[in-house]
């Protein structure tokens, strides 16, 4: 009779169901390789279609703040992938590399917003370094992120190849066999320290050659030596590191 009570007691109660959470985003080392850099790319794509305007020597404000950089780079990045990024599901590294974006541009309104000068020398490359040197220092030596190239395509000796990067570049991407635009990852060690570390290739476009085509020698508009690079030639790489 009692177990009849407790059962009918407990049927008129509402249903209650216990999870145990999760985290809210789970993925492969390569997944997360693959998102951060196409995010990045994405960011500096922002740059390079405003750098007309960002060069505007007759505009003061820009309108090209953190903020608004930011929210174009995930357009970019859903225009790429096909795939958005929201708030609520954000992980703490693409928190990071949005964090990054919006620290370099607030920290160049100055700059950017200069009425009056025209070659700010605010450009795509310089941007990417920055926001790699802030996305880096953010992740407190969890994760890295730079812009390389071959060597003999490397202006700024921060970013010049290291060992890993340097073969990899020489020996896979340069290899007429391996797949233009494939990614390559592996499990190794920085410093000996275990690591994933993850290496897209990225090919000169007809907006890199204003600065890094031919003829080779000449200075381009920001007082560099041209390259001689040539359209679709293997002229940089985005590396990342996840220490295990």
Same mark, same amino acid.
């Given at each position: 009779?009692?177990?009849?009570?407790?059962?009918?007691?407990?049927?008129?109660?509402?249903?209650?169901?216990?999870?145990?959470?999760?985290?809210?985003?789970?993925?492969?080392?390569?997944?997360?390789?693959?998102?951060?850099?196409?995010?990045?790319?994405?960011?500096?794509?922002?740059?390079?279609?405003?750098?007309?305007?960002?060069?505007?020597?007759?505009?003061?404000?820009?309108?090209?703040?953190?903020?608004?950089?930011?929210?174009?780079?995930?357009?970019?990045?859903?225009?790429?992938?096909?795939?958005?990024?929201?708030?609520?599901?954000?992980?703490?590294?693409?928190?990071?590399?949005?964090?990054?974006?919006?620290?370099?541009?607030?920290?160049?309104?100055?700059?950017?917003?200069?009425?009056?000068?025209?070659?700010?020398?605010?450009?795509?490359?310089?941007?990417?370094?920055?926001?790699?040197?802030?996305?880096?220092?953010?992740? *407190? @030596? #969890?994760?890295?992120?730079?812009? +390389?190239?071959? !060597?003999?395509?490397?202006?700024? %000796?921060?970013?010049? /190849?290291?060992?890993?990067?340097?073969?990899?570049?020489?020996?896979?991407?340069?290899?007429?066999?391996?797949? *233009? @635009? #494939?990614?390559?990852?592996?499990? +190794?060690?920085? !410093?000996?320290?275990?690591?994933? %570390?993850?290496?897209? /290739?990225?090919?000169?476009?007809?907006?890199?050659?204003?600065?890094?085509?031919?003829?080779?020698?000449?200075?381009?508009?920001?007082?560099?030596?041209?390259?001689?690079?040539?359209?679709?030639?293997?002229?940089?790489?985005?590396?990342?590191?996840?220490?295990?």
């Amino acid at each position: 009779m009692m177990n009849a009570l407790i059962a009918r007691i407990l049927l008129c109660l509402p249903l209650l169901i216990f999870v145990t959470p999760g985290p809210l985003y789970a993925a492969t080392n390569v997944e997360i390789s693959e998102e951060l850099t196409t995010l990045y790319r994405a960011a500096r794509k922002v740059i390079s279609d405003n750098q007309g305007h960002i060069n505007n020597a007759a505009i003061g404000d820009k309108g090209l703040s953190g903020e608004v950089v930011a929210a174009k780079t995930l357009e970019n990045y859903q225009a790429a992938t096909g795939k958005t990024i929201s708030k609520a599901k954000m992980s703490q590294a693409q928190a990071a590399m949005l964090n990054a974006v919006k620290k370099v541009m607030d920290d160049n309104q100055d700059l950017i917003n200069e009425k009056g000068t025209g070659l700010k020398g605010f450009l795509p490359a310089i941007f990417a370094r920055q926001v790699a040197t802030a996305f880096s220092l953010d992740m *407190k @030596g #969890k994760m890295n992120i730079k812009l +390389t190239a071959p !060597k003999k395509y490397v202006r700024n %000796r921060a970013n010049r /190849p290291d060992k890993w990067e340097h073969n990899v570049v020489e020996t896979v991407f340069k290899n007429p066999d391996y797949e *233009k @635009g #494939k990614s390559f990852y592996e499990d +190794t060690k920085v !410093k000996g320290k275990s690591a994933f %570390r993850f290496i897209l /290739p990225e090919y000169y476009g007809p907006s890199c050659l204003g600065c890094h085509g031919s003829p080779k020698g000449e200075r381009d508009i920001t007082g560099g030596k041209k390259e001689g690079g040539v359209l679709n030639e293997l002229g940089g790489a985005i590396s990342l590191t996840i220490f295990h």
